[in-house]
């Protein structure tokens, strides 16, 4: 069965200290990772997409990485505006027909000046 | 472009009680599907649709309808509203669902 599991739950960082949000993962044929952002009471808000291990992208403060068991987003210098919950998610082979993107729990960073 | 817009932003139900949650987009997307997202769990896909007139279920479809007769409007019904329906439900859309989907504000429901 395809999975996602996200590490940690939450992270407390002060402004400035950088660390890793990981996102692993259990699919049957990668076609795609995503990285979401949602602030409370909102929508998740895209960030990334990677599709092949190796991959990277990156966004002001925010890189994307993709091995073929796990991403990683790293935050450089956070700022107290990154604090959000990150949300991963991947599409697989099995869930392609139905393009459902599998879900996981989400990373909830706060970030103190 | 106002992206995925959804209406209403909360809604209290009293069991039993039936509702309509819309969700309309103007990014001309084909593809369009409603998740709940509840505490402890990642977002489940309810249903979705690959263009006007098609539909399909998802993982989590009972106690659920959907219906698809423009581009633009994919509205969800609970037709007879459940306390386990009390859950924050998105729309998304993109041009194909394997490509990004981008998700609308949500409509967050309580049912009693």
């Not at chain 1, 990150?86 to 989400?106: E, H, M, P, W």
């Not at chain 2, 924050?88 to 041009?95: D, G, L, P, Q, T």
């Given at each position: 069965?395809?999975?996602?599991?996200?590490?940690?739950?939450?992270?407390?960082?002060?402004?400035?200290?950088?660390?890793?949000?990981?996102?692993?993962y259990?699919?049957?044929?990668?076609?795609?990772?995503f990285?979401?952002?949602?602030?409370?009471?909102?929508?998740?808000?895209?960030?990334?997409?990677?599709?092949?291990?190796?991959?990277?992208?990156?966004?002001?403060?925010?890189?994307?990485?993709?091995?073929?068991?796990?991403?990683?987003?790293?935050?450089?210098?956070?700022?107290?505006?990154?604090?959000?919950?990150?949300?991963?998610?991947?599409?697989?082979?099995?869930?392609?027909?139905?393009?459902?993107?599998?879900?996981?729990?989400?990373t909830?960073?706060?970030?103190?000046? | 472009?106002?992206?995925?817009?959804?209406?209403?932003?909360?809604?209290?139900?009293?069991?039993?009680?039936?509702?309509?949650?819309?969700?309309?987009?103007?990014?001309?997307?084909?593809?369009?599907?409603?998740?709940?997202?509840?505490?402890?769990?990642?977002?489940r896909?309810?249903?979705?649709?690959?263009?006007?007139?098609?539909?399909?279920?998802?993982?989590?479809?009972n106690?659920?309808?959907?219906?698809?007769s423009?581009?633009?409007?994919?509205?969800?019904?609970?037709?007879?509203?459940?306390?386990?329906?009390?859950?924050?439900?998105?729309c998304?859309?993109?041009?194909?669902?394997?490509?990004?989907?981008?998700?609308?504000?949500g409509?967050?429901?309580?049912?009693?």
């Amino acid at each position: 069965e395809d999975q996602v599991t996200q590490s940690p739950e939450a992270l407390r960082l002060q402004e400035g200290e950088s660390s890793s949000l990981n996102c692993s993962y259990t699919v049957s044929g990668l076609r795609g990772l995503f990285w979401y952002r949602q602030d409370p009471g909102k929508g998740p808000e895209f960030l990334f997409t990677l599709y092949s291990a190796g991959e990277e992208k990156e966004k002001e403060r925010l890189k994307a990485t993709l091995t073929k068991k796990e991403s990683f987003l790293h935050i450089t210098a956070p700022k107290p505006e990154d604090s959000a919950t990150y949300l991963c998610a991947v599409q697989g082979a099995r869930s392609y027909n139905t393009d459902k993107l599998i879900f996981g729990t989400g990373t909830r960073l706060q970030v103190f000046p | 472009n106002a992206g995925v817009t959804q209406t209403p932003k909360f809604q209290v139900l009293k069991t039993g009680q039936s509702m309509t949650l819309q969700c309309a987009q103007d990014m001309n997307h084909e593809y369009m599907s409603w998740y709940r997202q509840d505490p402890g769990m990642g977002l489940r896909l309810i249903h979705y649709s690959v263009g006007a007139g098609i539909t399909d279920q998802g993982e989590v479809p009972n106690g659920y309808n959907v219906s698809r007769s423009t581009t633009e409007d994919f509205p969800l019904r609970l037709l007879s509203a459940a306390p386990s329906q009390t859950s924050v439900y998105f729309c998304a859309s993109s041009y194909s669902g394997k490509e990004t989907q981008y998700f609308g504000p949500g409509t967050r429901l309580l049912v009693l």
